[in-house]
């Protein structure tokens, strides 16, 4: 056995996910976007440390290998949810983004355009500064 694991491949990924209950597809999926988080704190942190403390290149060219290879794991992740959302989309369920940052961004962008009156943009609802808004 060797020292170093390899992943799954997607092929025994999407075969492997085939039997899950509905509940643990969308677990995963929450995991892997937990572990792209920190994926992506850690690059911006060896950025910032790049940017701000190495001493020579060879230091600055290995931290950048390091970034690619968290960048790659990132896509194959990616693809595994892709993979999930496939699975559930093949039991004849309606995918539900869950914790999806990239939505959660979208969503907070269109929530900022409001008008200023109370009203977003888009909508009919409104709140009238005189009362509290109700919830």
Known sequence: MSAESLPISPAAFAEAIKELPLPVL???VSEIRNSMA??????QEL????NESCDTEAEKQELEV???ENEDVAVSMLERIELLKTEVE???QK???LDDPEKEKADGEANANGNGNGTVEGTEESI???EPPSG
Do not use: V
Request: proline share 0%; net charge positive.
């Open 95 to 97: 995918w539900i983004e």
């Open 128 to 130: 009238s500064s005189d």
């Open 90 to 92: 093949n039991r004849g």
């Open 26 to 28: 969308y677990a995963k």
């Open 66 to 68: 390091y970034i690619k």
């Open 47 to 50: 950025r910032t440390f790049i």
């Open 38 to 43: 920190h994926l992506h704190r850690s690059n």
